[in-house]
Protein backbone atom coordinates (compact mmCIF):
# COMPACT_ATOMS: atom_id res chain seq x y z
CA UNK A 1 0.00 0.00 0.00
CA UNK A 2 1.21 3.72 -0.56
CA UNK A 3 1.01 5.92 1.54
CA UNK A 4 0.46 9.84 -0.23
CA UNK A 5 1.58 13.18 0.97
CA UNK A 6 -2.01 13.69 1.71
CA UNK A 7 -2.49 11.31 3.79
CA UNK A 8 0.42 11.63 5.83
CA UNK A 9 -0.80 15.10 6.34
CA UNK A 10 -4.30 14.08 7.66
CA UNK A 11 -2.76 12.12 9.47
CA UNK A 12 -0.54 14.52 11.37
CA UNK A 13 -3.37 16.98 11.70
CA UNK A 14 -5.50 14.19 13.51
CA UNK A 15 -2.84 13.47 15.30
CA UNK A 16 -2.25 16.84 16.73
CA UNK A 17 -5.64 17.27 17.12
CA UNK A 18 -6.33 17.29 21.01
CA UNK A 19 -8.95 14.32 22.17
CA UNK A 20 -10.78 16.86 24.34
CA UNK A 21 -11.24 20.93 24.96
CA UNK A 22 -11.76 22.63 27.76
CA UNK A 23 -14.98 24.79 28.29
CA UNK A 24 -13.92 28.36 30.23
CA UNK A 25 -17.18 30.15 31.25
CA UNK A 26 -16.21 33.68 32.20
CA UNK A 27 -19.24 35.37 31.43
CA UNK A 28 -22.35 33.43 31.51
CA UNK A 29 -25.32 35.00 32.37
CA UNK A 30 -27.80 32.25 31.30
CA UNK A 31 -30.62 31.51 29.07
CA UNK A 32 -32.63 29.12 27.55
CA UNK A 33 -32.74 25.64 29.96
CA UNK A 34 -33.50 23.66 27.47
CA UNK A 35 -30.20 24.94 25.25
CA UNK A 36 -27.96 24.01 28.40
CA UNK A 37 -28.98 20.79 28.79
CA UNK A 38 -28.37 20.08 25.10
CA UNK A 39 -24.80 21.81 25.59
CA UNK A 40 -23.99 20.26 28.77
CA UNK A 41 -25.23 17.05 27.56
CA UNK A 42 -22.50 17.04 24.95
CA UNK A 43 -19.94 17.87 26.78
CA UNK A 44 -20.31 15.31 29.41
CA UNK A 45 -21.06 12.89 26.66
CA UNK A 46 -17.66 14.06 25.35
CA UNK A 47 -15.36 13.48 29.21
CA UNK A 48 -14.84 17.11 28.66
CA UNK A 49 -13.67 19.66 31.61
CA UNK A 50 -15.23 23.00 32.42
CA UNK A 51 -13.51 25.73 34.19
CA UNK A 52 -15.88 28.38 35.44
CA UNK A 53 -13.45 31.30 35.78
CA UNK A 54 -16.42 34.29 36.20
CA UNK A 55 -19.73 34.45 35.88
CA UNK A 56 -22.14 31.48 35.68
CA UNK A 57 -25.42 32.35 36.58
CA UNK A 58 -29.50 31.19 36.15
CA UNK A 59 -29.33 28.26 32.97
CA UNK A 60 -25.48 28.32 33.32
CA UNK A 61 -25.79 26.52 36.69
CA UNK A 62 -27.30 23.33 35.08
CA UNK A 63 -23.67 22.64 34.41
CA UNK A 64 -23.85 21.20 38.05
CA UNK A 65 -26.03 18.55 37.51
CA UNK A 66 -25.06 17.22 34.12
CA UNK A 67 -21.42 17.51 33.93
CA UNK A 68 -20.00 15.22 36.34
CA UNK A 69 -18.98 17.15 39.44
CA UNK A 70 -14.98 15.29 39.22
CA UNK A 71 -15.05 17.25 35.63
CA UNK A 72 -15.92 20.71 36.84
CA UNK A 73 -13.39 23.19 38.74
CA UNK A 74 -13.79 26.82 39.58
CA UNK A 75 -10.88 29.50 39.98
CA UNK A 76 -10.83 32.36 42.86
CA UNK A 77 -12.95 34.46 40.40
CA UNK A 78 -16.02 32.39 39.78
CA UNK A 79 -19.62 33.59 40.68
CA UNK A 80 -22.24 31.30 40.59
CA UNK A 81 -25.74 32.67 40.45
CA UNK A 82 -29.39 30.78 40.81
CA UNK A 83 -33.14 32.02 40.93
CA UNK A 84 -36.47 30.51 39.93
CA UNK A 85 -37.00 30.16 36.39
CA UNK A 86 -39.39 32.04 34.77
CA UNK A 87 -40.88 32.53 31.15
CA UNK A 88 -39.36 34.49 27.95
CA UNK A 89 -40.30 37.65 28.73
CA UNK A 90 -41.00 38.20 24.92
CA UNK A 91 -44.26 35.77 25.81
CA UNK A 92 -44.98 37.39 28.60
CA UNK A 93 -45.32 41.17 27.82
CA UNK A 94 -42.10 41.69 29.12
CA UNK A 95 -43.40 41.11 33.01
CA UNK A 96 -41.04 37.95 34.34
CA UNK A 97 -43.24 35.12 35.28
CA UNK A 98 -41.97 32.33 37.68
CA UNK A 99 -42.39 28.83 36.23
CA UNK A 100 -43.04 26.50 39.44
CA UNK A 101 -42.71 23.40 36.72
CA UNK A 102 -39.45 24.98 35.25
CA UNK A 103 -38.34 25.67 38.97
CA UNK A 104 -39.11 22.01 39.92
CA UNK A 105 -37.41 21.02 36.77
CA UNK A 106 -33.48 23.07 37.38
CA UNK A 107 -33.98 21.78 41.15
CA UNK A 108 -34.40 18.00 39.50
CA UNK A 109 -31.19 18.44 38.13
CA UNK A 110 -28.63 19.96 40.75
CA UNK A 111 -26.52 17.39 43.00
CA UNK A 112 -27.43 17.50 46.75
CA UNK A 113 -24.54 19.89 47.93
CA UNK A 114 -25.94 22.22 45.40
CA UNK A 115 -29.93 21.53 46.88
CA UNK A 116 -28.30 21.94 50.35
CA UNK A 117 -26.78 25.51 49.28
CA UNK A 118 -29.64 26.79 47.61
CA UNK A 119 -31.91 25.56 51.02
CA UNK A 120 -29.65 27.06 53.50
CA UNK A 121 -29.87 30.19 51.79
CA UNK A 122 -33.69 30.45 51.72
CA UNK A 123 -34.56 28.37 48.62
CA UNK A 124 -35.09 29.73 44.82
CA UNK A 125 -36.57 32.95 44.63
CA UNK A 126 -37.19 35.82 41.63
CA UNK A 127 -33.95 37.39 43.04
CA UNK A 128 -30.51 36.05 42.46
CA UNK A 129 -28.59 34.05 44.89
CA UNK A 130 -24.91 34.23 44.46
CA UNK A 131 -21.95 31.98 45.89
CA UNK A 132 -18.69 34.38 45.20
CA UNK A 133 -16.76 33.20 48.09
CA UNK A 134 -14.34 30.80 47.39
CA UNK A 135 -14.28 28.61 50.53
CA UNK A 136 -17.94 28.51 50.22
CA UNK A 137 -18.24 27.43 46.49
CA UNK A 138 -15.31 24.98 47.21
CA UNK A 139 -17.49 23.24 49.57
CA UNK A 140 -19.64 22.15 46.57
CA UNK A 141 -16.98 21.75 43.39
CA UNK A 142 -13.70 21.30 43.65
CA UNK A 143 -10.93 24.25 42.85
CA UNK A 144 -9.05 24.20 39.22
CA UNK A 145 -5.59 23.09 40.23
CA UNK A 146 -2.99 25.75 40.05
CA UNK A 147 -2.27 25.81 36.33
CA UNK A 148 -5.61 27.77 35.71
Known sequence: ?????????????????????????TRDHGGYVEEYKTKYARIRDRHER????????????????????????????ASIGFHQAYYDKAFTFGIKVTSAAGTSDLMSYYPETVKEWIRRNGGLTTEMKKIKNGV??????DPCPEEF
Open 1 to 25: MRITSVSLLLLSVLAAAPAWADLHI
Open 50 to 77: VIIDGICNSACTLVFGIVPMNKICVTPR
Open 136 to 141: ELWKIV
